[in-house]
């Protein structure tokens, strides 16, 4: 309330003074004011090549240049974009219709051979292949109609199509001028798609310079016309370090900012010149326990009483200053899979008392590992939970890595505990259980990030048959057991969903655009007049 | 001459080669790169495939050689972080290092020439013992402390109360001994571009303001150092012959501190100055991180958080050729001038 | 001055009239110096036993009293004289035991730097030759890099190497490597331009006429006379050593968070200055001054006794 009393007074006074002005030395032009946002995020996407990897910064880049085929909105449903509508023909075939007149950057015109086009190259995508390759083939019906067939019945598909944002086949066709084909992907070199771009998107890309700044324009054949968003440019910084990212932001020299550190979010919500929105997010910080290395953690009654011994309230009050919602399990609400009854089990004695009965009340020595710079506050929260250990007499020796040593260090599956933060691509609870606690099997990738050789063979089961159910409440109530399965046996330590926060200058209006995958819809963004 | 002149310059190039080995060497050894470059479901074929390509899985020699072949051509590679030539990340950080080291260098002369100077002509003033003192603080104090100080006082505002705000006269002490904040203190502002990649902080008000604090940070540590030598170099200059005869011959006193005393100083100071140039590179790093300073200090940790080994290497080869060309240049103007060093090198 | 009782003073009848003593008992300076630096080396190794509670002991930390200002300020908790971190380690503890490791590098590597830059200056000094060019100009390109510069380039090294695991736990014996091996040429110089002095002197002379070894020509002969020169930038060099250490934990070069020096505390505390949280960062950084400062100034106040050139013009 307080902010927007000040907002208001602000206008008004602004408004006065513009008054005033006018009235006695200028005559308005009444020109209408180009909208430029200056916004700074913590990196820039490393290339303009939207296939070439799989981060948040490129989908943040194809969702301005880009639009997908279907998008999330706020409650976490399906909204048509290029898609305009879509039915499942039988268990393993979709038909989706295409939306009409829309033209890309250079002016070709969009059609199904776009898509089917994307989708191939989608599958050729050393970063997206994997999440593909449900997919068997692509075909056009029509113009404006595409038949997806998947290997199996998939209920993800329409999840799969967020992540199709149709290129421009045609603008990629042919050589480059060095000769090499327009349309290969090179990780980090210099391919014709990395330095070249044409979507459907709000946004063109009129001037970039890595790692420097990258400036986009309104498109002005944008089909979307009842999009409210009224930006004309926009200049995206990267600012890496934190602090000096808020203080642009402060300062005035920048309108957006993403990340926001959880140590500024105070200065930032004080501020009168800047609001700060926050959300819920959907990444999860936990720990695995390996039982590999450690014989006690086969012990169900050991791990339940490390989940008793963590005080996750504590971490997300102290240490994230309530940035992070303190979680029993890895979905997060709006998920399938998430279990509304879950609660956090923070309970010192209790957590004894299982210990003394598992024959380990003496506790024991183990290792532990956690990157230092990959989530916020990582190296602190590894500090606070081997504090927490220590109540119930587990002597925890806790080494603390950067990110770029910390992935071959958990590969290697170096500590007895190991810190990660998951966020799934597939914005699904299966994509939990394949990656972080299904069996570990080499040859079909699963239980790749399994850093606690957790293995129940009847969950994995479970989820398999998910994923082939394509009705889906049934699905839900079955990723919803494992949940419950995994909270029971505890096989990993849940801490938290880290939160998301994006600050922005009191006349923009991000609130509306912003959303827990992280990818602001700047397309749609409203400015108002300063 | 000639032989101490291919002596200075063999050296030079020894020095090089050794740091090339080292700059090296540490390729084999540091983090993995490809796990910065793909995304975190990527499987470990793609990930082998991808360490082949970069000529990642080379035996050394083969990896060396490529490496010392291209850096004598000033082709260090690729950046893996920024996806360009290393040269050029090191190119667009330079600027804002080396207007925080000309920003710091001109407080340390402008402030330490004068100071040195007057506590040399004075040596027993209590401004000369009070300046003599704070030189002694301010060199036992880590930069990174001065300048997280600074930030303390100038950026974020201390308010201290230790006299009875009821009053006039109370308030008005504390508000006199209170700092109010709100100096920048993060990164360099909105510098304005010059030409290319450079962009300078010294072409507006508010550039300059966010040169303030690192600079003075910068320039603390330095300058007590500087203070103390050209006092004592002053005070030795002063007892010589040359400057008790020019007094004996009557030249006025401002004249002999000025024109001839520091005159000779200089040359010392200057020498000293071009070695301690290594030195400013260590403590830029320090100001630097403490300051979100984008220089190349920040760039370099930050590589090395990142295990982008090209730019780590490229650092550390550039550094090192800058440390090498102003040694050889102070040894050599030394040589040239002082006649009492050998020019033949030889061992006396 | 007391007339010696026996024929021979004692060594500490000669160290009470001696003018070291004489100067000390008139600089009020130099007293205050030492007296806070026995201070501090006092507490510091007494740690374990001053210290409220045990900083390395996790299972006395409680997150939920974390980021307590100290005693003066409002909101305080008794229990806590100097506050607490981010973790809700008592600070006072923390400091007390970082101080611990912050002295116990300095002196490491300070004695380290002693030993290479001893031996190293004795054999350029008295050998010269090929050894002496070689060593002197080993010193110099050394020297020309900066020490600091050194440090930080041999921790990042090290430290990648090694990875940041093994770092970590054995950091203290890292550290001291890396600042000895950083910052012994200041030795080496010292002894060799004393060596040479000494040299040409008539006893060095005649220990070689008795046919004694280089060796113990050296050692028994020629050191023993180059003492008071390595005693004067001793002092020096343990508060270099002391700052190095300081600005490689601040870089994150140094000790890890889990077992802070004075250095890695004030890093750790700079995330939170913002915040308002300033004494888990300046409380530690006025400790490491006050340490460095009395430090530096008994070494000015021997640079002044036992060099009086300087003064003398």
Same mark, same amino acid.
């Given at each position: 309330?307080?902010?927007?009393?000040?907002?208001?007074?602000?206008?008004?006074?602004?408004?006065?003074?513009?008054?005033?002005?006018?009235?006695?030395?200028?005559?308005?032009?009444?020109?209408?004011?180009?909208?430029?946002?200056?916004?700074?995020?913590?990196?820039?996407?490393?290339?303009?090549?939207?296939?070439?990897?799989?981060?948040?910064?490129?989908?943040?880049?194809?969702?301005?240049?880009?639009?997908?085929?279907?998008?999330?909105?706020?409650?976490?449903?399906?909204?048509?974009?290029?898609?305009?509508?879509?039915?499942?023909?039988?268990?393993?075939?979709?038909?989706?219709?295409?939306?009409?007149?829309?033209?890309?950057?250079?002016?070709?015109? +969009?059609? %199904?051979?776009?898509?089917?086009?994307?989708? =191939? #190259?989608?599958?050729? !995508?050393? /970063?997206? @292949?994997?999440?593909?390759?449900?997919?068997?083939?692509?075909?056009?019906?029509?113009?404006?109609?595409?038949?997806?067939?998947?290997?199996?019945?998939?209920?993800?598909?329409?999840?799969?199509?967020?992540?199709?944002?149709?290129?421009?086949?045609?603008?990629?066709?042919?050589?480059?001028?060095?000769?090499?084909?327009?349309?290969?992907?090179?990780?980090?070199?210099?391919?014709?798609?990395?330095?070249?771009?044409?979507?459907?998107?709000?946004?063109?890309?009129?001037?970039?310079?890595?790692?420097?700044?990258?400036?986009?324009?309104?498109?002005?054949?944008?089909?979307?016309?009842?999009?409210?968003?009224?930006?004309?440019?926009?200049?995206?910084?990267?600012?890496?370090?934190?602090?000096?990212?808020?203080?642009?932001?402060?300062?005035?020299?920048?309108? +957006?900012? %993403?990340?926001?550190?959880?140590?500024?979010? =105070? #200065?930032?919500?004080? !501020?009168? /010149?800047? @609001?700060?929105?926050?959300?819920?997010?959907?990444?999860?910080?936990?720990?695995?326990?390996?039982?590999?290395?450690?014989?006690?953690?086969?012990?169900?009654?050991?791990?339940?009483?490390?989940?008793?011994?963590?005080?996750?309230?504590?971490?997300?009050?102290?240490?994230?200053?309530?940035?992070?919602?303190?979680?029993?399990?890895?979905?997060?609400?709006?998920?399938?899979?998430?279990?509304?009854?879950?609660?956090?089990?923070?309970?010192?004695?209790?957590?004894?008392?299982?210990?003394?009965?598992?024959?380990?009340?003496?506790?024991?020595?183990?290792?532990?590992?956690?990157?230092?710079?990959?989530?916020?506050?990582?190296?602190?929260?590894?500090?606070?939970?081997?504090?927490?250990?220590?109540?119930?007499?587990?002597?925890?020796?806790?080494?603390?890595?950067?990110? %770029?040593?910390?992935?071959?260090?958990?590969?290697? #599956?170096?500590?007895?505990?190991?810190?990660?933060?998951?966020?799934?691509?597939?914005?699904?609870?299966?994509?939990?259980?394949?990656?972080?606690?299904?069996?570990?099997?080499?040859?079909?990738?699963?239980?790749?990030?399994?850093?606690?050789?957790?293995?129940?063979?009847?969950?994995?089961?479970?989820?398999?048959?998910?994923?082939?159910?394509?009705?889906?409440?049934?699905?839900?109530?079955?990723?919803?057991?494992?949940?419950?399965?995994?909270?029971?046996?505890?096989?990993?330590?849940?801490?938290?969903?880290?939160?998301?926060?994006?600050?922005?200058?009191?006349?923009?209006?991000?609130?509306?655009?912003?959303?827990?995958?992280?990818?602001?819809?700047?397309?749609?963004?409203?400015?108002?007049?300063? | 001459?000639?032989?101490?002149?291919?002596?200075?310059?063999?050296?030079?190039?020894?020095?090089?080669?050794?740091?090339?080995?080292?700059?090296?060497?540490?390729?084999?050894?540091?983090?993995?790169?490809?796990?910065?470059?793909?995304?975190?479901?990527?499987?470990?074929?793609?990930?082998?495939?991808?360490?082949?390509?970069?000529?990642?899985?080379?035996?050394?020699?083969?990896?060396?050689?490529?490496?010392?072949?291209?850096?004598?051509?000033?082709?260090?590679?690729?950046?893996?972080?920024?996806?360009?030539?290393?040269?050029?990340?090191?190119?667009?950080?330079?600027?804002?290092?080396?207007?925080?080291?000309?920003?710091?260098?001109?407080?340390?002369?402008?402030?330490?020439?004068?100071?040195?100077?007057?506590?040399?002509?004075?040596?027993?003033?209590?401004?000369?013992?009070?300046?003599?003192?704070?030189?002694?603080?301010?060199?036992?104090?880590?930069?990174?402390?001065?300048?997280?100080?600074?930030?303390?006082?100038?950026?974020?505002?201390?308010?201290?109360?230790?006299?009875?705000?009821?009053?006039?006269?109370?308030?008005?002490?504390?508000?006199?001994?209170?700092?109010?904040?709100?100096?920048?203190?993060?990164?360099?502002?909105?510098?304005?571009?010059?030409?290319?990649?450079?962009?300078?902080?010294?072409?507006?008000?508010?550039?300059?303001?966010?040169?303030?604090?690192?600079?003075?940070?910068?320039?603390?540590?330095?300058?007590?150092?500087?203070?103390?030598?050209?006092?004592?170099?002053?005070?030795?200059?002063?007892?010589?012959?040359?400057?008790?005869?020019?007094?004996?011959?009557?030249?006025?006193?401002?004249?002999?501190?000025?024109?001839?005393?520091?005159?000779?100083?200089?040359?010392?100071?200057?020498?000293?100055?071009?070695?301690?140039?290594?030195?400013?590179?260590?403590?830029?790093?320090?100001?630097?991180?403490?300051?979100?300073?984008?220089?190349?200090?920040?760039?370099?940790?930050?590589?090395?958080?990142?295990?982008?080994?090209?730019?780590?290497?490229?650092?550390?080869?550039?550094?090192?050729?800058?440390?090498?060309?102003?040694?050889?240049?102070?040894?050599?103007?030394?040589?040239?001038?002082?006649?009492?060093?050998?020019?033949?090198?030889?061992?006396? | 001055?007391?007339?010696?009782?026996?024929?021979?003073?004692?060594?500490?009848?000669?160290?009470?009239?001696?003018?070291?003593?004489?100067?000390?008992?008139?600089?009020?300076?130099?007293?205050?110096?030492?007296?806070?630096?026995?201070?501090?080396?006092?507490?510091?190794?007494?740690?374990?036993?001053?210290?409220?509670?045990?900083?390395?002991?996790?299972?006395?930390?409680?997150?939920?009293?974390?980021?307590?200002?100290?005693?003066?300020?409002?909101?305080?908790?008794?229990?806590?004289?100097?506050?607490?971190?981010?973790?809700?380690?008592?600070?006072?503890?923390?400091?007390?035991?970082?101080?611990?490791?912050?002295?116990?590098?300095?002196?490491?590597?300070?004695?380290?730097?002693?030993?290479?830059?001893?031996?190293?200056?004795?054999?350029?000094?008295?050998?010269?030759?090929?050894?002496?060019?070689?060593?002197?100009?080993?010193?110099?390109?050394?020297?020309?890099?900066?020490?600091?510069?050194?440090?930080?380039?041999?921790?990042?090294?090290?430290?990648?190497?090694?990875?940041?695991?093994?770092?970590?736990?054995?950091?203290?014996?890292?550290?001291?490597?890396?600042?000895?091996?950083?910052?012994?040429?200041?030795?080496?110089?010292?002894?060799?331009?004393?060596?040479?002095?000494?040299?040409?002197?008539?006893?060095?002379?005649?220990?070689?006429?008795?046919?004694?070894?280089?060796?113990?020509?050296?050692?028994?002969?020629?050191?023993?006379?180059?003492?008071?020169?390595?005693?004067?930038?001793?002092?020096?060099?343990?508060?270099?050593?002391?700052?190095?250490?300081?600005?490689?934990?601040?870089?994150?070069?140094?000790?890890?968070?889990?077992?802070?020096?004075?250095?890695?505390?004030?890093?750790?505390?700079?995330?939170?200055?913002?915040?308002?949280?300033?004494?888990?960062?300046?409380?530690?950084?006025?400790?490491?001054?006050?340490?460095?400062?009395?430090?530096?100034?008994?070494?000015?106040?021997?640079?002044?006794?036992?060099?009086?050139?300087?003064?003398?013009?």
């Amino acid at each position: 309330m307080a902010q927007h009393t000040l907002t208001l007074k602000k206008t008004l006074l602004a408004s006065a003074m513009a008054a005033t002005l006018a009235g006695t030395a200028f005559v308005s032009t009444a020109a209408q004011a180009e909208n430029t946002l200056r916004m700074a995020y913590d990196a820039d996407p490393v290339s303009l090549d939207i296939h070439e990897q799989l981060s948040g910064g490129i989908l943040q880049l194809s969702h301005m240049t880009h639009d997908p085929l279907v998008r999330w909105n706020d409650a976490l449903e399906f909204e048509p974009r290029l898609a305009s509508d879509w039915e499942q023909v039988n268990d393993t075939t979709m038909r989706m219709s295409l939306r009409e007149g829309v033209k890309f950057h250079s002016g070709n015109t +969009f059609t %199904a051979d776009d898509v089917v086009w994307t989708i =191939e #190259r989608l599958k050729r !995508s050393p /970063d997206f @292949k994997a999440i593909f390759d449900p997919i068997e083939n692509v075909t056009a019906v029509d113009d404006h109609t595409v038949e997806i067939t998947t290997k199996k019945p998939y209920p993800l598909l329409l999840n799969l199509a967020t992540y199709v944002f149709p290129m421009d086949s045609a603008y990629y066709s042919g050589e480059a001028e060095d000769g090499d084909s327009k349309d290969e992907i090179v990780k980090n070199g210099n391919s014709f798609a990395s330095r070249n771009v044409s979507g459907t998107g709000p946004y063109t890309v009129a001037n970039r310079q890595q790692g420097v700044r990258t400036e986009f324009e309104r498109n002005p054949n944008y089909w979307d016309t009842e999009s409210p968003g009224n930006v004309d440019t926009i200049v995206l910084k990267p600012i890496s370090e934190n602090a000096t990212r808020v203080a642009a932001l402060l300062s005035g020299d920048v309108d +957006f900012i %993403a990340p926001v550190p959880p140590n500024d979010l =105070e #200065r930032v919500r004080e !501020s009168e /010149d800047a @609001k700060l929105v926050t959300m819920s997010g959907t990444r999860i910080i936990f720990f695995h326990m390996n039982q590999d290395r450690v014989e006690a953690f086969k012990d169900p009654r050991v791990r339940q009483a490390f989940a008793y011994a963590v005080n996750q309230e504590a971490i997300a009050d102290r240490l994230m200053k309530g940035f992070a919602t303190p979680a029993a399990q890895f979905s997060p609400k709006g998920y399938a899979g998430h279990v509304e009854s879950l609660e956090l089990r923070h309970d010192l004695e209790r957590a004894q008392t299982l210990m003394a009965e598992a024959g380990y009340a003496d506790g024991f020595d183990i290792t532990m590992m956690a990157p230092n710079n990959r989530y916020v506050n990582d190296a602190k929260i590894a500090q606070a939970v081997a504090a927490m250990l220590a109540r119930i007499n587990v002597d925890v020796d806790l080494s603390t890595l950067p990110k %770029a040593q910390y992935w071959g260090e958990y590969d290697d #599956r170096a500590a007895d505990m190991m810190l990660i933060g998951w966020h799934a691509d597939t914005e699904d609870s299966a994509n939990f259980h394949e990656y972080l606690t299904a069996c570990v099997d080499l040859d079909t990738g699963a239980g790749q990030y399994n850093a606690g050789n957790y293995c129940n063979p009847a969950l994995d089961e479970l989820v398999a048959e998910a994923n082939v159910e394509v009705d889906r409440d049934k699905r839900a109530a079955m990723l919803q057991e494992v949940e419950q399965t995994l909270y029971d046996e505890a096989a990993i330590l849940p801490l938290h969903w880290q939160d998301l926060a994006w600050a922005s200058a009191n006349h923009v209006n991000i609130e509306p655009v912003v959303n827990v995958m992280n990818f602001p819809y700047l397309g749609d963004l409203v400015m108002d007049a300063k | 001459m000639i032989a101490f002149l291919v002596k200075r310059l063999f050296h030079a190039l020894l020095v090089m080669f050794v740091i090339s080995i080292i700059a090296f060497a540490i390729q084999d050894n540091l983090g993995d790169p490809i796990q910065q470059m793909v995304g975190q479901s990527v499987p470990e074929s793609e990930r082998a495939e991808l360490r082949e390509e970069l000529g990642l899985n080379d035996p050394f020699l083969v990896q060396y050689a490529r490496f010392a072949i291209n850096a004598a051509q000033f082709d260090f590679g690729y950046s893996y972080v920024f996806n360009q030539p290393t040269t050029e990340v090191i190119a667009r950080h330079l600027p804002a290092t080396l207007e925080l080291v000309a920003a710091a260098t001109f407080l340390i002369i402008t402030l330490s020439v004068p100071i040195g100077v007057y506590s040399a002509i004075k040596p027993r003033a209590w401004l000369s013992r009070f300046f003599m003192g704070i030189s002694i603080v301010g060199i036992s104090i880590p930069v990174f402390l001065t300048a997280i100080m600074l930030i303390q006082l100038f950026a974020i505002g201390v308010s201290w109360t230790p006299f009875p705000v009821d009053t006039a006269w109370g308030s008005w002490l504390n508000d006199l001994i209170s700092t109010e904040g709100g100096m920048p203190a993060y990164g360099r502002g909105n510098p304005v571009p010059v030409f290319g990649t450079w962009e300078t902080n010294f072409a507006s008000l508010e550039g300059l303001t966010y040169l303030v604090l690192p600079a003075v940070s910068l320039a603390s540590i330095m300058l007590p150092l500087f203070i103390r030598l050209i006092r004592a170099e002053m005070l030795e200059v002063m007892q010589s012959d040359y400057v008790k005869f020019a007094r004996a011959k009557g030249i006025s006193m401002r004249r002999i501190y000025f024109l001839h005393a520091l005159k000779n100083t200089m040359l010392p100071v200057i020498t000293v100055g071009g070695v301690q140039i290594g030195t400013l590179v260590a403590y830029t790093i320090l100001t630097e991180t403490v300051f979100q300073w984008p220089g190349m200090g920040l760039m370099f940790l930050d590589a090395i958080e990142r295990s982008d080994i090209p730019l780590i290497v490229t650092y550390l080869m550039i550094v090192g050729l800058i440390f090498v060309i102003t040694n050889t240049i102070v040894d050599l103007i030394y040589g040239l001038v002082n006649p009492t060093v050998k020019l033949t090198g030889k061992p006396a | 001055m007391n007339a010696p009782s026996s024929a021979l003073p004692s060594r500490w009848e000669r160290f009470r009239d001696s003018y070291l003593l004489y100067s000390f008992k008139r600089d009020i300076v130099a007293q205050i110096s030492l007296m806070v630096f026995i201070a501090l080396v006092a507490v510091a190794v007494l740690a374990p036993w001053l210290s409220p509670m045990n900083p390395y002991d996790l299972a006395q930390i409680d997150i939920l009293s974390s980021e307590l200002p100290p005693f003066w300020v409002d909101g305080s908790d008794a229990e806590y004289l100097l506050g607490t971190d981010a973790q809700g380690r008592d600070m006072l503890s923390t400091i007390l035991y970082g101080a611990r490791v912050s002295l116990m590098i300095g002196f490491g590597a300070v004695a380290l730097q002693a030993l290479i830059g001893v031996c190293f200056g004795l054999l350029a000094g008295y050998l010269g030759g090929r050894i002496d060019a070689f060593l002197m100009r080993l010193a110099d390109i050394q020297l020309s890099f900066s020490t600091l510069m050194v440090a930080i380039i041999v921790g990042a090294l090290v430290k990648a190497i090694f990875g940041g695991e093994t770092f970590s736990a054995y950091a203290v014996p890292l550290l001291i490597l890396i600042i000895g091996l950083a910052e012994w040429p200041q030795y080496a110089r010292t002894v060799r331009a004393s060596v040479l002095a000494e040299k040409n002197k008539e006893y060095v002379d005649a220990a070689r006429v008795m046919g004694l070894r280089s060796k113990r020509i050296m050692f028994r002969h020629i050191l023993p006379n180059t003492l008071s020169p390595i005693f004067v930038i001793s002092t020096v060099q343990i508060a270099n050593a002391i700052i190095s250490e300081a600005a490689l934990s601040f870089l994150g070069l140094g000790m890890p968070e889990t077992h802070p020096s004075l250095g890695s505390l004030i890093k750790a505390g700079f995330d939170y200055i913002q915040s308002g949280s300033w004494w888990i960062t300046l409380i530690p950084g006025a400790v490491l001054i006050v340490l460095v400062l009395s430090i530096n100034l008994l070494g000015d106040w021997l640079r002044d006794v036992m060099n009086p050139r300087l003064y003398k013009g």
